[in-house]
């Protein structure tokens, strides 16, 4: 649901400023608003803002602190991700700007940082000097050789695979000089690269250089080694490289280990320096927002109904009538601007997180996370039903709710993972579906009916089940806009409805070759010619939009086709291989790719119908997100 | 033989023009997406979505080249 909000106005003498603040923080329950957007505070003539020139440096100096700060713990999460979720210690009311605070943070800031920037960049270098090595490195025992005869010298070369004609062009000049006392050998390729050794006597060096190199230039195109490895011998360069490549690999394995020592020792530190720069941050940002009078201060926001209550008790208290609250109840005319929260029930509240991908649904509006409770696992199971798999999905949801105890976003999607897994349990059952055909194979019957067969079947039960879900969208959106007066438009989303059933019922009549009359016509005709009546002639457009919708639910079908046929291709590879190891191996790896598609594509698709077809009919979106004045 | 043959090809034609104007249109949604993440990472998952809203028009080729062949 979504919690009823009361708009709020503290107000007190201005000395009182700052312990206001303090214990609406401390209370955090208050999303204050700029008072620059209150109608009230603007029209009453008060100035806006009370950040004073020291406030803003202050807010200069907090900010940029608190992104270093940020920055350093991420770098420190990657290096150790146990240090993730550390725990800051409560950081009281230390003065978070002071100079010697400052620098000290800053210097850690900054030794954490240049580790990782070190890290990074040696990791890079290590990408390109190993796609050098895989290219020349078949040529170093030949470059040894080469070296300890003295007599031939050599040089290497990278072109592009895209220009064979400068491979001629070399072996023409060379061949012109050398008369064929020369080799050109390749060596291995990369992203589109390959390399040649070219080989020629010592002797010949300079005459090679004048009239081979030094004509080609332009003409050719080769990829250069980096001047920083560049040695006078092709030969040294490559031991250049070869060197220069391990060094860098130590080199990122002791910035990894000092990263990690980094977080061994400052992750508390950071996380509590962070805990109160963003308070520092927080503070002076809402001080922006607050208005005033030469005497008070006024704050604006707004409140969950229920919490006000213990917030006014707790300001009575401490500032002994000093500080005032008023309260009141939203207008309709201010649903737009009012901070939506939603509320559910501990099941339910896992599925908030399918609707973080869109803004919150419009205050007074209806909060859809119960119906996608119902529907998105029901969809998902209906896809890909199959009771091996759903043991999977348990496992793996017992699993990572183990290994994250208490992190609630894996808490939240184990729960999720759990609905999905009974669903797919379950239409695995009724289908008869176990790893594919295996339950099949062992001799019994699928108890509803077998999809794969019975195509049609599975897709009337589809459509039937999208015109359920549409209607309910329908119904939740005619009920509400007939609670807010809108008879007319609550009228049509209840016609749609009645359509959708109509046709419905036409297309029933037909599939089952039962026989139709004109009079049957009227189940959609009577409830479209009262859309039409109320809405225009327009509303005959929607026909289609109304057909398209139902059909879409039809990947519901196509996808849970898609996911038996490959299962069933996997224990093919078993049954033809024999049992051997090797068709037990390949039915394994197809079965896990199913797995893998069968974890996404449903959960998109489910999605999908939700986002686009069901919230079509009732969901309407904008309002921010409650947000209240409150530590991180 | 002559409708088996027509049958086949009416199926074949409805889920390949439609896979086709599928790929072409998640093609340009992708390339857009790529664009949009680069600047905000946060929308990774609507931008998912919305590769997957072309999808309608090859499973729906998909449901007509059934009806085709079960017909």
């Known amino acids: 649901m979504i919690v009823p909000m009361e708009r709020l106005l503290v107000a007190g003498p201005n000395t009182f400023v700052n312990p206001a603040l303090k214990l609406l923080h401390d209370a955090g329950t208050l999303h204050v608003t700029n008072s620059r957007e209150d109608p009230f505070l603007t029209a009453s003539g008060l100035a806006t803002g009370m950040l004073g020139v020291e406030d803003e440096e202050l807010l200069g100096l907090a900010e940029p602190l608190l992104f270093e700060v940020k920055s350093a713990l991420a770098h420190l999460a990657l290096a150790h991700p146990a240090h993730r979720e550390l725990i800051a210690i409560e950081p009281g009311n230390k003065d978070w700007l002071s100079d010697d605070f400052r620098e000290h943070i800053g ?143 130590a080199g990122a394995e002791q910035a990894a280990l000092q990263l990690r020592e980094y977080a061994v020792r400052y992750s508390a530190l950071l996380k509590t320096a962070e805990k109160g720069l963003d308070w520092t941050v927080k503070r002076l940002r809402v001080r922006n927002f607050l208005a005033r009078s030469g005497r008070t201060f006024w704050i604006s926001g707004w409140i969950p109904r229920g919490s006000r209550e213990e917030l006014e008790a707790r300001i009575l208290r401490e500032f002994d009538g000093a500080v005032l609250v008023l309260a009141a109840e939203p207008l309709p005319d201010e649903y737009p601007e009012v901070p939506v929260l939603l509320r559910n029930g501990r099941w339910a509240k896992p599925f908030e997180r399918l609707l973080q991908f869109f803004p919150p649904p419009v205050y007074g509006s209806v909060d859809p996370t119960v119906m996608m409770m119902v529907f998105f696992p029901l969809f998902f199971g209906l896809i890909l039903g199959d009771v091996g798999y759903a043991f999977i999905m348990f496992a793996m949801a017992l699993f990572f709710r183990m290994r994250r105890t ?75 806009l007939a609670a807010k007066r809108y008879y007319r438009l609550a009228a049509m989303n209840f016609l749609d409805a009645a359509t959708i059933w109509g046709i419905a019922y036409v297309a029933f009549l037909a599939i089952a070759q039962r026989p139709l009359g004109w009079a049957h016509a009227g189940f959609v005709v009577t409830p479209l010619s009262l859309k039409v009546v109320a809405g225009g002639l327009k509303e005959i457009l929607e026909i289609p939009k109304l057909v398209s919708n139902i059909l879409s639910y039809s990947r519901l079908m196509a996808l849970g086709l898609a996911s038996i046929m490959l299962a069933d291709v996997a224990d093919d590879f078993y049954t033809m291989s024999g049992g051997v190891l090797w068709g037990i191996a390949a039915a394994l790896a197809l079965h896990l790719v199913n797995f893998a598609l069968g974890m996404l594509s449903p959960a998109i698709q489910s999605l999908r119908l939700h986002y686009v077809e069901f919230f079509n009919q009732f969901y309407k979106m904008g309002n921010r997100r409650y947000e209240p004045f409150r530590s991180m | 033989m002559t409708e088996v043959c027509f049958r086949y090809l009416g199926a074949s034609i409805a889920v390949g023009l439609g896979a086709l104007a599928t790929a072409y249109v998640q093609g340009k949604i992708g390339a857009a997406a790529v664009g949009a993440l680069i600047e905000r990472r946060e929308l990774t998952g609507l931008m998912i979505l919305l590769l997957a809203i072309p999808e309608t028009m090859v499973i729906l080729g998909f449901v007509v080249a059934i009806m085709i062949l079960l017909g």
């Not at chain 1, 070369?157 to 050109?184: M, Q, W």
């Not at chain 1, 001047?227 to 060197?243: G, I, K, S, V």
Request: aromatic content about 8%.
């Open chain 1, 107 to 249: 210097a850690i800031c900054g030794e954490v940082s240049g580790a990782a920037a070190l890290k990074r960049r040696l990791e890079e270098e290590l990408k390109h000097l190993g796609i050098y090595r895989r290219m020349f490195e078949e040529f170093k025992p030949l470059v040894d050789m080469a070296v300890s005869m003295r007599t031939v010298e050599l040089s290497g070369f990278i072109f592009h695979e895209k220009a064979p004609e400068a491979e001629a062009a070399l072996e023409n000049a060379l061949s012109a000089v050398t008369g064929g006392g020369h080799a050109i050998l390749h060596g291995g390729s990369e992203e589109g690269f390959t390399a040649l050794l070219l080989v020629f006597p010592l002797a010949m060096r300079n005459r090679i250089q004048n009239e081979v190199f030094t004509r080609l230039t332009g003409r050719i195109h080769t990829i250069n080694i980096p001047a920083e490895y560049e040695r006078a011998t092709f030969a040294d360069t490559l031991t250049a490289l070869f060197e220069r490549e391990t060094l860098a690999e």
């Open chain 1, 406 to 480: 208490g992190v609630p976003l894996w808490n939240d999607i184990t729960t999720i993972i759990i609905f999905c897994a009974i669903s797919s349990l379950s239409f695995g059952i009724l289908y008869g579906e176990f790893f594919g055909k295996l339950w099949n194979q062992m001799g019994m019957p699928p108890p509803l009916f077998d999809r794969k067969h019975e195509i049609m079947v599975t897709e009337v039960a589809v459509l039937a089940l999208g015109g359920l879900h549409l209607t309910v969208g329908n119904l939740v959106g005619g009920v509400t």
